[in-house]
């Protein structure tokens, strides 16, 4: 009987070319990088701007929630184009709408209003940019191996702090607060141009639009898209991992806006030391998301399945360490404490992210991937706008500026226990993946970093 060889075009079986799948990676962990600057300049020109606005802090508060005003929504709602529209000139529209959000606060005339309305377009080019760039990612590795891309882009957000610190911080003390804007605008359209240039989609990426309703699945969709998306979002799996998500930004949120402020205005620490230690802090986040995802991956690789401690009981862990340690950070004097502490225990709360991204991409068909990561970020940027507000207000209201900074961070800490818990019990993606019938592509071969 003759023996008919595999259709030239199936990708089920094949595995993502490795260069194409990490050239990919490193500029979407470029891309992440590009954020998460535009994401800290206003909290390390904060000071400046207060001082020029004439601000107190609950109304520098208000700009920087500005930023989250569209940013959960329009996150909901590109993520619901993934299924029309490809992610490549996706992610080339929302990166040049970064650019022009952040270039009008150049011009000297440039008052609050302006800030405020520039925040607000920006956080609605930013909002999507997480989902998409990961859904992207995804197409280029098969499930077992998501874990270390994931990780990888979620480094950006690190990184983006750690460069933007120092650089940014410089940039303030030479050429003014309104060039740190003009910096990031200028790098996003660089970074535009590459990807222009070398932006692709994956093999293993769902078809859309035409093609998608036709029936012509994408390279990993072995599952079945009958599952109801709502099925899935009122899943244990999906509810635990958004509210550890939620949790973890509230965290990295407060971090990026009032640590500098804090440094200056309680510790006493001038503006390039607070700079310095807010981006070595963001670097210790990366390093331990990078851990993570080689652990992770090295764990799938040589582990099965029901051998593995389950990734909620996991990160649920490290959130109450994290919680406990900035409980500890906000209530001690001494430097010598908190300076190790930002650095190490506080940091593990930040692989919730990843943990998230991948357990709710674990438990969404392929074609419904970018919805339901889209109304993952929904929820857990919610404590980017929440947050901003919710210490601002608290640290004017206080007696003392310490004071109300103390209460801000044991608020911090409850929200990381009781999130950390939850995601423990009941955040288990294989258990939930397996229940809705979702089984995992198969492939010949895995993308190795090279």
């Known amino acids: 009987m003759p023996v008919h060889p595999p259709e030239p075009h199936s990708t089920l079986e094949q595995s993502p070319p ?41 109304e520098f508060g208000t700009a920087q929630s500005a930023f989250f005003a569209l940013f959960s929504v329009a996150a909901l709602g590109v993520s619901l184009l993934t299924r029309r529209v490809r992610t490549t000139p996706l992610l080339l529209v929302l990166v040049l709408l970064w650019s022009a959000a952040q270039l009008p606060m150049v011009w000297g005339a440039a008052g609050f209003g302006t800030l405020v309305a520039t925040r607000v377009l920006l956080g609605a080019a930013e909002g999507p940019s997480a989902p998409v760039a990961v859904h992207h990612v995804h197409g280029w590795f098969p499930q077992r191996e998501r874990a270390l891309p994931t990780a990888v882009l979620l480094f950006g957000a690190a990184a983006g702090v750690a460069v933007a610190a120092p650089l940014l911080s410089w940039v303030i003390t030479y050429w003014g607060w309104r060039w740190s804007f003009g910096a990031v605008g200028l790098v996003g359209l660089v970074w535009a141009v590459a990807w222009q240039i070398w932006g692709a989609e994956g093999p293993l990426a769902p078809q859309v639009g035409r093609a998608a309703e036709s029936g012509r699945g994408g390279g990993d969709a072995l599952a079945s898209d009958s599952v109801p998306l709502r099925t899935v979002l009122l899943s244990g799996t999906f509810m635990t991992a958004a509210s550890g998500a939620f949790a973890a930004y509230w965290l990295m949120s407060t971090l990026l806006t009032w640590t500098p402020d804090y440094l200056e205005s309680v510790v006493g620490w001038d503006l390039h030391r607070a700079g310095t230690l807010v981006g070595v802090g963001a670097l210790a986040n990366g390093v331990v998301l990078l851990v993570h995802g080689l652990v992770s991956q090295r764990s799938a690789r040589r582990e099965p399945t029901g051998r593995r401690l389950p990734v909620g009981a996991g990160a649920g862990l490290l959130m109450v360490v994290s919680g406990c340690a900035v409980a500890v950070f906000g209530t001690v004097d001494s430097m010598w404490c908190k300076v190790p502490l930002m650095l190490g225990p506080i940091t593990l709360a930040m692989v919730t992210l990843t943990v998230a991204m991948t357990a709710c991409a674990r438990i969404a068909p392929p074609s419904q991937r970018g919805v339901v990561l889209g109304v993952l970020t929904f929820v857990y940027a919610l404590g980017g706008i929440l947050s901003p507000l919710v210490l601002g207000g608290m640290v004017d209201r206080a007696a003392t500026v310490a004071v109300g900074y103390e209460r801000g961070w044991l608020l911090t800490s409850g929200l990381l226990l009781a999130a950390g818990v939850l995601a423990a019990l009941f955040c288990r993606p294989e258990a939930t993946a397996k229940r809705l019938g979702l089984s995992e592509a198969p492939s010949a071969r895995v993308p190795l970093v090279p």
């Open 18 to 58: 490795e260069s194409g799948a990490w050239r990919t990676t490193w500029l979407l962990l470029a891309f992440m990088v590009v954020n998460f600057a535009d994401k800290a300049v206003l909290g390390l020109a904060g000071p400046e701007i207060r001082a020029d606005f004439d601000l107190t802090r609950q």
